[in-house]
Nanobody, 119 residues
Framework: QVQLVESGGGLVQPGGSLRLSCAASGIDFNRYDMAWYRQAPGQTRDMVATITSGGSTNYADSVKGRFTISRNNTKNTVYLQINSLKPEDTAVYYC?????????????WGQGTQVTVSS
């Protein structure tokens, strides 16, 4: 059974920082591309940051320079360091694991963790 369990969300003041974690089980973590998405109320779920199985990263323009995605393959965990938080970063943040094998797309989601930026 595949599980992606996010943690680290919470209420933070503007300008603050958080580190989100996503612990994966039930998958060959090393072979999966990992990503963080976020969804604000009434909005679509949008990609925030991705990290490939090889460690290459990509970021949404709105978070470049403030967010850092990383992974620890020994711990089967992906992280999202969020700095200089803004109210518009308020959203539920979701972890995603994806892989294509034999033309079949494997795609898994966590349950999400709430990040609220407010004074």
């Amino acid at each position: 059974q595949v599980q992606l369990v996010e943690s680290g969300g919470g209420l933070v003041q503007p300008g603050g920082s958080l580190r989100l974690s996503c612990a994966a089980s039930g998958i060959d973590f090393n072979r999966y591309d990992m990503a963080w998405y976020r969804q604000a109320p009434g909005q679509t779920r949008d990609m925030v940051a991705t990290i490939t199985s090889g460690g290459s990263t990509n970021y949404a323009d709105s978070v470049k320079g403030r967010f850092t995605i990383s992974r620890n393959n020994t711990k089967n965990t992906v992280y999202l360091q969020i700095n200089s938080l803004k109210p518009e970063d308020t959203a539920v943040y979701y972890c995603n694991a994806a892989r294509t094998r034999w033309s079949f797309r494997y795609n898994y989601w966590g349950q999400g963790t709430q990040v609220t930026v407010s004074s």
